[in-house]
């Protein structure tokens, strides 16, 4: 498994380093730059001397190489100086990937907004995957029951129905219909300002994240108790089963541990992949309640053509895509002894 796992882990750095050089590669065969949104009474040779200020005016592939040079040697130092006081090189003068808008390292941008999208998004999933979880084992193993016709109604009105509809559908319904002085009030607009300090606090930030965290939650358990679901069904027909129970094995036992652990199989694999769809996705959800989090950063980028802060939110989110296709494989051989990658 160790040499699996080194071997997956060093095929990595070629596919990373294509994927950064595709993402690189589009964004500059945009139509557009951070000039095209500059007022039109400025002048061309300001705007040429603009262009040549954010480095636009070079080769592609040495804006490039020097996207590289700055994303995986110089940030990566940065990181290191400022959590261990580490200083490797020129500390002071270190050119780092800086946003076109705001003149600012993009990964300080980011480090700013993370908390904001963990709080939410990886909540949201979190709670996801625990209803999601027993909603499909419960629904599998009393296949045909009234719960299982429920879940299957509430799955299929989570899988279908779009989240930016579900979002505007609850704050009408917590934030406008409800009086503000009820206990079942919820605010629509995320405050990030908000600093849990005390009990009042924290009561007030788990209200305010009540909302978009049942959209995204609603989603997510959707798409994976159907999943969970059809596994289980498929391995409750399975002779291991009738051969565990014929042993006079407890049905908890078979249900629990025999049965679920080989479920979980092709499961992991949709939580794991899943994780790094959910941020890039909630981009809507975020929109919705005023969350300044990731997915609100990429949307200004966009809209500013800010390339080298679009860049770096898109190849962090392919990072994390590879990251947990990885931990999908390493967790199979842990869920199924028969699984060895030798």
């Known amino acids: 498994m160790l040499n699996f796992t080194l071997r997956r882990l060093m095929f990595t750095i070629p596919t990373l380093l294509l994927i950064s050089f595709i993402i690189f590669l589009i964004l500059d065969l945009a139509p557009n730059d951070p000039t095209g949104n500059l007022p039109l009474t400025i002048p061309p040779e300001v705007r040429a001397q603009i262009r040549t200020s954010l480095g636009l005016d070079e080769p592609m592939y040495w804006r490039y190489l020097l996207w590289c040079k700055q994303f995986f040697i110089n940030e990566p130092l940065n990181l290191l100086n400022q959590w261990f006081g580490w200083c490797i090189g020129d500390c002071e003068n270190r050119l780092r990937v800086t946003s076109f808008l705001t003149r600012s390292p993009v990964v300080d941008l980011i480090a700013e907004r993370m908390p904001q999208t963990l709080w ?13 979880l027993p909603i499909g084992v419960i629904s599998a193993y009393k296949q045909y029951s009234w719960f299982d016709q429920f879940g299957t109604l509430i799955a299929m009105i989570g899988f279908s129905v779009p989240t930016f509809f579900t979002g505007v559908l609850m704050i009408v319904i917590f ?92 499961v992991v694999t949709v939580i794991a992949l899943g994780i790094p769809q ?30 080298p802060l679009v860049q770096t939110l898109t190849f962090l989110f392919a990072v994390l895509i590879v990251i947990f296709n990885l931990v999908a494989d390493v967790l199979y051989g842990l869920l199924d002894p028969r699984i060895r990658y030798d």
Not at 245 to 253: F, H, M, Q, S
Not at 283 to 292: G, P, S
Request: glycine letters at 6%; a positive charge.
């Open 175 to 266: 934030s406008v219909m409800i009086p503000q002085d009820s206990m079942f009030w919820l605010p629509s607009i995320y405050d990030t300002t908000l600093k849990v300090v005390d009990w009042p606090s924290f009561v007030q930030q788990m209200r305010q994240m009540a909302m978009p965290v049942m959209v995204l939650a609603l989603f997510n358990a959707a798409h994976i108790s159907r999943f969970m679901r059809a596994s289980m069904l498929d391995n409750l027909s399975q002779d291991y089963v009738r051969t565990a129970r014929a042993k006079g094995l407890k049905e908890k036992t078979v249900l629990l541990v025999h049965v679920l652990r080989n479920s979980m199989i092709p």
């Open 278 to 307: 959910v941020f890039g996705g909630a981009i809507i959800t975020e929109q919705i309640f005023k969350v300044n989090g990731l997915g609100q950063l990429l949307i200004i980028g966009i809209q500013n053509s800010d390339i």
């Open 120 to 132: 939410v998004v990886g909540m949201s999933y979190v709670v996801g995957v625990l209803i999601a």
